[in-house]
């Protein structure tokens, strides 16, 4: 069965720099979430998209903005990067905004700012 | 906001013996959704088992279970017949339902010891 595809898996970026992860989420899911994975750390919500639209917004810092395009792919930009925002970066994706939705995770982007 | 506690930072479990993981969580909300993730040293976030509140019946898969008490805000997870596969870091997750966000506990080190 397809997954949740992230790119690109790893990224070394240097103080400062910008960076841009990418999500595709499991065919004819409707809804993205981002995830930060500090190193040994627990997951923390960043912010959510449904149809295109932002739905829920967790500990997002300002100088990361996201979006998701109309093929439902989604992207996570991250400008003036900072040592600390080295981490695991999980996209998951799940279908409607059924009571329940099962989240399904990628196997997320390793950034390492230098 | 919703919290979630994970007291137990690492646990160890002879193979084949059960072990049960504790999570406690805090929130306002009558209806809501409570998960285990399983994440073994690959990183990839595997959902364990799901519980949904307005459901008494404790949720069962295959060796895992849950004892999920609602008014005690209590929802452990038992892993019988412990397997060496079973090592890994194990999060109780909170969510509201729909797009929202997972709330994270800090996580439980499970090791098997053969």
């Known amino acids: 069965a397809a997954g949740v595809i992230q790119s690109p898996r790893h990224l070394i970026k240097e103080k400062r720099e910008t960076a841009t992860l990418k999500c595709y989420p499991i065919?004819?899911?409707?809804?993205v979430y981002w995830y930060q994975q500090g190193p040994g750390q627990d997951p923390q919500f960043l912010i959510s998209?449904?149809?295109?639209?932002?739905?829920d917004k967790g500990s997002i810092p300002d100088r990361f903005s996201a979006q998701q395009f109309s093929d439902y792919h989604s992207e996570l930009n991250m400008s003036s990067l900072e040592l600390g925002d080295s981490a695991l970066y999980f996209c998951a994706s799940s279908s409607g905004l059924a009571a329940y939705n099962e989240q399904f995770f990628g196997p997320g982007t390793r950034l390492t700012v230098l | 906001a919703q919290t979630v506690t994970q007291s137990q930072p690492e646990m160890s479990v002879q193979e084949a013996e059960t072990v049960t993981l504790s999570c406690t969580y805090d929130t306002s909300e009558s209806d809501y959704y409570l998960f285990w993730y399983k994440q073994p040293p690959s990183r990839q976030m595997i959902l364990v088992i799901r519980q949904e509140a307005y459901k008494q019946q404790n949720a069962t898969e295959n060796r895992f279970s849950v004892n999920f008490q609602k008014a005690a805000k209590s929802f452990s997870l038992k892993i019988s017949d412990s397997q060496l596969g079973d090592a890994a870091m194990y999060f109780c997750a909170y969510s509201g339902g729909g797009a929202d966000g997972l709330t994270f506990g800090k996580g439980t080190h499970l090791i098997i010891q053969p």
């Open positions: 065919p004819r899911h409707d809804t």
């Open positions: 998209f449904y149809e295109k639209m932002q739905s």
